[in-house]
Every structure is written in structure tokens, then in C-alpha cells.
């Protein structure tokens, strides 16, 4: 029997307003409305060209009060090592790129996507996720991002943004966050629950994506679509939490099991991880960021694929 999460998940905004920074991992823009000028606040914006939510030109043209900016796709959150694209980078690069950005230990982190898309969605998610990774609790997502912050007629400034100064971040990591291939391979011998967060056409191996040598998703993997946790609300995009725990049903999940969330190359499956971990509070979750880019590149591991209603298993060709 599976716990529900819907009780906790409501009282979301209600709670972060009554303890001030004491934030929950999802935030709205009414509070951060009120707390962004809080000292120990960094609003970090992440748009790119995902989802066509813009660069760093348009933040420069239109941004939340106070906010600084970081390119998701540019800047170094991710990297491609050993022909595997999306990898968490080494754990010095990211504390060097995390002080430039005016981050330390001490700041509380607001994360802004554009609000233009799931995918886009995935991009603050990723980044949520490796500060986690890193140690950092004090962070949280920006419901709606920077789109539903102008739908709801907040204010918004231009210009060339404030300077700020770099500091020195340091890690404490917590490599339980963080799958590795063997440690998938394991799973799958203990019956852990692996989470495939692609549509559900890459699920059934009808698509493909390039990343990944052959179609189809690790044998055994159930199917938790990243897009279907996102609504479009007046031209944004914000998390369904309402409709989560029948997502959650559908996939047959357990929040007391182990569980790894994995997709093509580590994006979609952060917000699989996001709304499993940090919202339905599941206790021992984690994220594959080789996925099926890592998965695919030896012709050893198995993948499943399942058309037309026919689930079939086999090795990868040469």
C-alpha cells in the first residue's frame, strides 16, 4: 500500500510564508515577492534555449529584482565524458562555478527556469539536484519560473544586472544522490525500482533519442512521463502537484522503496527525481545521470522494449 503525500504537498506555500526562509522546495512568486531582498538570498536564473526560454540577453532585457544569472547549457553544470553526455561534472568545477556565481555555503538559493516547458523545467531541477548532491538544502525551485513571475504582473527590471562578488563554496557530498551504472546493474538484480522519466514513446522504444546507441529502457524500468508533472497556466508552466499522487499510482511506486530515476543523458530525469524526492518525499531516491547515454554505450546490458503491447528483451548489436 502506498502512503499519500497530497496532505503534505498542500500546505507548501502556506508554510514557506510562515517561516520565512525556511524554505520548501517548491516556492511561489508570492513569496519570493516578499523575501527577495533577503540578504542571504540568491535568485538564480537559468534560462537558456530550452524551450525557447531565452538567454542571457533576455535576462539582461527583462529579470526578476535582484537576480543574477547563470546559463544552464554553457556554463558548465554538465559535461560529456567517455562519449557519455550529461554527466555530473568533477566536484572542484562545480564548487568554482557555484562561488562565481555569489553562492556560499550560507545563501539560500531560489532557482528561476523561463516557465517555458517541462524540459525547461528539467533545467532548474538538474541544477536543484547537484546542489543536493553537493550538500546544499538550502535551495528551492521557483514554481512557474521567470514566465508565471510576469504573468502575475510582479516586478520586473532591465538593464544591465547588479555586480556581485564571488566566494567560495565548498561540498560535502552525498554520493547516495547519485547512480552509477554498476550501481544500476545492481538494481535491477534487487528488484529496485528504476524510474524511466522520458515520454513514453522512448519508454516503448518507438523513439530514440541520439544520446543513446540503441531504442528501448532498462529492462524491468516503469514509466513516470517528466512532462506529465508539468500544466501550462496562462502561457506558464508549473508543477502539477495536485495530480501527483495518482501519477504515482499509475507507476506502481513505492515511497519506501529504493528507487533511481534515470532518462537519456540526466534533464528529464531530475524532475522525476525533484517531485519523487523532494516533493512526495520518497527516502532513498536517486538520480542516473549517465542514463541511458552510459546504459547504451556497452553492448552488454540488456533493453527492454515494448510495441504495439509486446515487451521483448535483447542484447545491444555492435
Known amino acids: ?101 555569489g553562492i556560499s555555503n550560507d545563501s539560500d538559493v531560489v532557482i528561476v527556469p523561463a516557465g517555458t516547458g517541462p524540459t525547461d523545467f528539467g533545467s532548474a531541477a538538474r541544477i536543484y539536484w547537484t546542489l543536493k548532491v553537493l550538500g546544499h538544502d538550502d535551495v528551492a525551485i521557483l514554481n512557474g519560473g521567470f514566465a508565471g513571475w510576469q504573468q502575475q504582473g510582479y516586478d520586473v527590471v532591465t538593464g544591465e544586472p547588479d555586480v556581485f562578488d564571488s566566494t567560495n563554496f565548498e561540498a560535502s557530498l552525498r554520493e547516495q544522490l547519485v547512480a552509477s551504472t554498476e550501481e544500476v546493474e545492481a538494481a535491477r538484480e534487487e528488484q529496485a525500482q528504476l524510474v524511466d522519466a522520458r515520454p513514453s514513446d522512448y519508454f516503448s522504444g518507438e523513439n530514440k533519442s541520439p544520446a543513446a546507441r540503441v531504442a ?15 500544466n501550462v497556466q496562462n502561457g506558464a508552466y508549473y508543477l502539477d502537484v495536485d495530480g501527483l499522487q495518482s501519477r504515482i499510482n499509475e507507476a506502481d511506486l513505492d515511497s519506501r522503496e529504493r528507487t533511481i530515476a534515470f532518462c537519456n543523458t540526466g534533464h528529464w530525469a531530475a524532475t522525476d527525481w525533484f517531485v519523487l524526492s523532494e516533493v512526495a518525499g520518497f527516502e532513498n531516491i536517486a538520480m542516473y545521470d549517465g542514463s541511458m547515454a552510459a546504459w547504451t554505450i556497452s553492448d552488454s546490458r540488456p533493453v527492454q522494449l515494448a510495441r504495439e503491447g509486446i515487451k521483448q528483451v535483447r542484447e545491444l548489436l555492435n
Open 216 to 230: 528501448g529502457t532498462i529492462p524491468g524500468a516503469r514509466s513516470l512521463p517528466h512532462q506529465s508533472h508539468l
Open 1 to 101: 500500500m502506498k502512503r499519500s503525500i497530497i496532505s503534505a504537498v498542500g500546505v507548501f506555500s502556506v508554510v514557506a510564508q510562515a517561516q520565512a526562509l525556511e524554505m520548501t522546495p517548491l516556492v511561489d512568486a508570492q513569496w519570493l515577492d516578499t523575501h527577495k531582498d533577503e540578504p542571504s538570498l540568491v535568485i538564480l536564473d537559468v534560462r537558456s534555449s530550452i524551450d525557447n526560454g531565452g538567454d542571457e540577453d533576455s535576462f539582461r532585457e527583462a529579470r526578476i529584482p535582484g537576480s543574477r544569472y547563470t546559463s544552464y547549457t554553457d556554463d558548465g553544470w554538465r559535461e560529456t565524458r567517455d562519449s557519455v553526455a550529461g554527466l555530473m561534472p568533477e566536484v572542484d568545477d562545480l564548487e568554482a562555478l557555484i562561488g562565481r556565481l
